[in-house]
């Protein structure tokens, strides 16, 4: 009997790159078409023998019939000979009726018939592309983000990644860096030499300090990827009776909350997915109803209204950003620096500020652009005179749940406020791995300690201790290197040859 066995652990032998690999490539369920990828030295000879056409060999896409041991099957077949394919290798890919049961026999057939094929193990495509020198590891990473994305956010993110977008700045920054180094160790190994000229204090100090600030300028504008995976909470907080329970059903579009004139309805957080636009795309968000604030705990409190205001903290607690309801004649309170916050709540820099109820002002009363408003508070945070009414809240949105006002201002606020905390993606900075963020800190920690090492005075004509600077340096590369691939002291060495005429 035939041992099929699946990676595990030294390159050919450890990854059994010998071997053909199979495996269904299309989602599991009914389809109406799905894919079988093959891929492997001698799949093309797989192929030939399955569909008995000799000029299947070539790149393409056939129509063709397939003959198994339990029938014919009309089938589409793209071939990709290697080195020109995904993985590298010889591959094709068959696209038959979407059957599962047809399906598992078809890839049951491929596996019986041919000794040098087995199933492929998770991810095993793409680590035969890398290890083939298709794709780089940061790459691979973004086929795995792909995958597993389930927001825009998290799309966008995957898309960076799958482009090497990091890559290709890691790459550059490391060329720069292995130029330097190599002027470096030049000036240790080959002093003897009259046309080895090692590098100065000033341009290695300047190149490092370049090589520092757009390191920096990268984590500081970063998003860390781990953010995109939780959709973030939209939480609805106010005073009971402030409208939020109505705001979230006409969010919804559907009736999620209960509704009365009774205050205090609400004693429980209620969760439910929302899509707010931003740049670019939509985002998924978590919109969260949370109990009205009935003021302080006190053993006055009913159990129930004691859990609903625990309930509210916690929401609160967990907030990517807080919605602050006001219904049309609610009180207000305004805190240090001017900030609007509803009467025994604590202002956070990450909310917005909503009214409610809007139908019960006067037409005259709303204003035209329901958005951001200026003039209820003056600069030092005092009430201006005359400002009566909610609708000249600084920072205010008007909404109406029962006339449907505002309701689109108030998404796309929502959606703005998230994009400006980075949540949504849609900025300048890179959403990054953990990963990706310990090499790049690491990385700027041996560029400092190369920093301290060169030189006391940049006016020196040599460096200090260029050995130290030399092995910080190599540090860095070696962190670089886990994300744009690895340089090897020979690469370093290789320079120094290209560059200078050493050993004539």
């Known amino acids: 009997m035939k041992n099929k066995t699946t990676p595990t652990g030294n390159q050919n032998d450890q990854w059994q790159l010998n071997d053909v690999i199979v495996a269904v490539s299309s989602p599991v369920g009914q389809s109406t078409r799905a894919v079988i990828r ?38 589409l077949v793209i071939v990709m000979p290697g080195p020109n394919s995904y993985t590298g290798e010889d591959s094709f890919e068959l696209l038959v009726p979407g059957n599962p049961h047809l399906v598992q026999m078809i890839v049951s057939e491929i596996v019986r018939a041919n000794n040098n094929v087995r199933r492929a193990g998770p991810g095993e495509y793409s680590l035969r592309a890398f290890l083939s020198g298709k794709l780089t590891l940061e790459q691979v990473e973004g086929v795995a983000a792909t995958i597993s994305a389930r927001t825009d956010a998290e799309l966008r993110a995957a898309e960076q990644l799958r482009k090497g977008t990091l890559g290709h700045i890691a790459a550059r920054l490391l060329e720069a860096l292995a130029d330097m180094l190599a002027l470096v160790e030049a ?132 907030a990517t950003l807080i919605v602050r309801c006001h219904a049309v004649g609610a009180p207000v309170v305004v805190k240090e620096g001017g900030a609007t916050v509803t009467a025994g709540e604590t202002a956070a820099a990450n909310e917005i500020i909503v009214v409610t109820k809007c139908d019960l002002l006067d037409a005259a009363q709303v204003p035209s652009e329901p958005s951001v408003l200026d003039h209820f508070y003056d600069s030092a945070g005092a009430r201006r005179s005359g400002a009566t009414h909610m609708n000249h809240a600084a920072g205010v949105i008007y909404t109406s749940a029962k006339n449907k006002i505002g309701l689109k201002e108030f998404a796309h606020a929502v959606g703005a406020a998230l994009s400006g905390s980075g949540i949504s993606n849609t900025g300048q900075g890179m959403a990054l791995a953990q990963r990706h963020r310990a090499l790049l800190a690491a990385c700027v920690i041996d560029l400092q300690q190369a920093l301290a090492a060169a030189v006391a005075d940049e006016s020196c004509r040599h460096l200090r201790t260029p050995e130290l600077v030399a092995s910080a340096m190599h540090s860095a590369l070696e962190n670089l290197g886990g994300i744009a691939g690895r340089m090897t002291p020979d690469d370093i060495l290789g320079r120094i040859f290209s560059r200078f005429c050493v050993g004539k």
Do not use: Y
């Open 38 to 75: 093959v891929s492997g030295n001698g799949a093309l000879e797989i192929l030939r023998k399955t569909e008995r056409v000799s000029a299947i060999h070539r790149r393409g896409i056939f129509f063709t019939t397939l003959f198994f041991a339990f029938g014919e099957l009309p089938a």
């Open 187 to 318: 000036g240790i190994d080959f002093t003897d030499q009259e046309d080895v000229v090692a590098i100065s204090p000033a341009v290695l100090c300047a190149g490092l300090r370049a090589a520092l600030h757009e390191m920096r300028n990268i984590l500081n504008a970063s998003i860390p990827m781990e953010h995109l995976e939780c959709a973030p909470w939209v939480v609805l907080t106010g005073n009971t009776n402030a409208g939020k329970s109505a705001l979230m059903n006409a969010l919804l579009q559907q009736d999620r909350a209960v509704v009365t004139n009774q205050a205090g309805t609400t004693r429980d957080a209620l969760v439910e997915p929302w899509v707010v636009p931003v740049a670019g795309g939509n985002l998924e968000v978590l919109l969260v109803d949370s109990p009205g604030f009935i003021g302080d705990f006190t053993s006055e409190l009913l159990l129930l209204d004691q859990l609903g205001q625990e309930a509210r903290a916690k929401a609160i607690e967990h």
